[in-house]
């Protein structure tokens, strides 16, 4: 990759981590991913029900955003800031089946870089490919009849 450009890296959890983050900002490579809440080394002290506002904690010169839309998410990114914005979600339990949500704007900011991507993997998880089929031809030879 090339330094000074700018970039930003949308990662899922698999490579989310401070030290990888790290390194990237120093190259001047924003990056913003999922982060699992067992990772090592994760505030614990950052619990939450759903309807709680989204919390923010800074993790190793890093932010951490976590929510609760309809389920419990959490994102840590080099770039970006605490602002969020409102969502609009279904609700059964409330009335016309909806409720409005802060969701951190770094989340939205993954969501919409990361859509096709997680698409693909949920596509890709009902289908077994890559792989080829290769057709041998051949002839059975049958020995000569002894006469």
């Known amino acids: 990759m090339d330094e000074d450009r700018g970039h930003k890296l949308f ?4 490579y989310t ?7 990237l900002k120093e190259k001047n490579i924003g ?13 614990q002290q950052l619990k939450m029900k759903i309807g709680d506002p989204p919390v923010f904690a800074k993790w190793q ?10 389920k419990r998410l959490s994102n ?18 409330s009335p016309g089946g909806f409720r409005n949500i802060l969701k951190p704007t770094i ?15 949920q596509l890709k998880g009902n289908y077994n490919y890559p792989h080829q089929v290769v057709h041998h031809n051949s002839t ?5 009849p002894n006469l």
């Open 11 to 14: 990662t899922n959890n698999f």
């Open 76 to 93: 840590l990114t080099s770039v970006g800031d605490n602002s969020t914005q409102i969502k609009r979600i279904r609700d059964r339990k």
């Open 61 to 70: 010169d890093l932010l951490v955003a976590i929510f609760h839309d309809s």
């Open 17 to 23: 981590n401070p030290p990888l983050y790290k390194k």
């Open 31 to 43: 990056a913003c991913g999922t982060v699992l809440d067992n990772a090592q080394g994760y505030p």
């Open 107 to 121: 989340a939205q900011n993954y969501n919409n870089h990361m859509a096709g991507v997680d698409h693909f993997d």
């Open 140 to 144: 059975a030879v049958a020995p000569a």
